[in-house]
Every structure is written in C-alpha cells, then in structure tokens.
T-cell receptor
Framework: DAKTTQPPSMDCAEGRAANLPCNHS???????VYWYRQIHSQGPQYIIH???NNETNEMASLIITEDRKSSTLILPHATLRDTAVYYC???????????FGTGTRLKVLA | ETGVTQTPRHLVMGMTNKKSLKCEQH?????MYWYKQSAKKPLELMFV???????ENNSVPSRFSPECPNSSHLFLHLHTLQPEDSALYLC?????????????FGPGTRLTVL
C-alpha cells in the first residue's frame, strides 16, 4: 500500500500558485519525500525531493512540516502545461522501490 | 527526451503470441525498472535490475519474463498474456545513491491483448 495520501483532484487558475498537499504520517527517519508528475499517457517526470529541509529548484518548491508527517508541493506560477497527475512518494534510502499512490489530478484553468 | 527510449510504442497481440518490449537508457545508470500502469490504477513496480542482477520481483506472473543483458538494455518478454494485461508498460532507469534515486522514465509501450 502507498504510504501517502493525496486529494484526488484540484483546480488552479493559470498564473497562480498551485499548492498540492500530501500526508505521510508514518514516514520514518530514513525515508525521503519525492514528487513526480505524469502528463497524460507519458512517463512520470521527476520534480523534486527532500528529507527534512524545504527544497526549491527551477520547477517547484517542497515544504516539509517539522514533524515530517506532511508536505506541500508548490508550483509558483502554474501554466496550462502543468496540468497533470502529481504523485507524492515516500522512498526508503538504500532501496529501489517507489510505491505510487493514485496522486492528485491538477487542472490548470485559463 | 529523458534519455530512456522504449520500443515499440504501441503493440497489439493475441493471447497466444510471444512478443518482447525493449528499453534502452543512454544515461550511464546502473539500475533499470519495469512498471505497469493499468487504466485508473497506480503505477505498479514489476521488476528492478541493479548492475544487471534482478533485485526486485513484485509477484509478477511468469508470463512476464524480464532480461537485462547489460546495464543499458532491458527487455520484457511476453507470452500467453491475458486481456487484463493490457496496460501502459513503463521503463525507468536511475543511479541510486543513498536517499537519491531520481528515476528517468521512458515514454512507455501501450500494450493491447486481444
């Protein structure tokens, strides 16, 4: 079973920030939070990952709560091309295994 | 372009056919993966190879047979499939290091079993 819980769908206006939440209340100390997205019928694409600290790259920001039980992926200025299914994954260091959940279907509206 | 290619992109086969899916990565990674994505279901990990050794087999039926002849190539041999095996089959590669395991996915093979 997936170790994460995400809302099934969200809408966001184009140009606004999209904030996608994820709950991972059973996360362990050696587990990282990874985010991927999948645009219709393509392979998933890596976005960002983190352990404890907040992270930012050219695509997004990842905010992890102090207790690490939840996180938020922020797309600062959503565009129509950001419409996709977003997956939050808990990954155990030293293994190979991702367990994908059902993700959040983000629709960016013009 | 992720550096991971898959062929064919689409495949239609009968239940008695034998076919193979091919994946090639041009990233110098040492781990390769097969995933299955059925309609309305999450991606399911099928197999993982690390340095050409199989390290994960997620209770996949024997009608799916993986092969990793070298670190750049991965095959999935298919025989006597069922209609419920129709799905998008995705290949990925990575260079795991501690907590870092960014996986690069190919575009997938859309398989239809008649």
């Amino acid at each position: 079973d997936a170790k994460t819980t995400q809302p099934p769908s969200m809408d966001c206006a184009e140009g606004r920030a999209a904030n996608l939440p994820c709950n991972h209340s059973t996360i362990s100390g050696n587990e990282y939070v990874y985010w991927y997205r999948q645009i219709h019928s393509q392979g998933p694409q890596y976005i960002i990952h983190g352990l404890k600290n907040n992270e930012t790259n050219e695509m997004a920001s990842l905010i992890i709560t102090e207790d690490r039980k939840s996180s938020t992926l922020i797309l600062p200025h959503a565009t129509l091309r950001d419409t996709a299914v977003y997956y939050c994954i808990v990954f155990t260091s030293g293994t190979y295994k991702y367990i994908f959940g059902t993700g959040t279907r983000l629709k960016v509206l013009a | 372009e992720t550096g991971v290619t898959q062929t064919p992109r689409h495949l239609v086969m009968g239940m008695t056919n034998k076919k193979s899916l091919k994946c090639e990565q041009h990233l110098g990674h040492n781990a390769m993966y097969w995933y299955k994505q059925s309609a309305k279901k999450p991606l399911e990990l099928m197999f993982v190879y690390s340095l050409e050794e199989r390290v994960e087999n997620n209770s996949v039926p024997s009608r799916f047979s993986p092969e990793c002849p070298n670190s750049s190539h991965l095959f999935l041999h298919l025989h006597t499939l069922q209609p419920e095996d129709s799905a998008l089959y995705l290949c990925a590669s990575s260079q795991p290091s501690g907590g870092l395991n960014e996986q690069f996915f190919g575009p997938g093979t859309r398989l239809t079993v008649l």
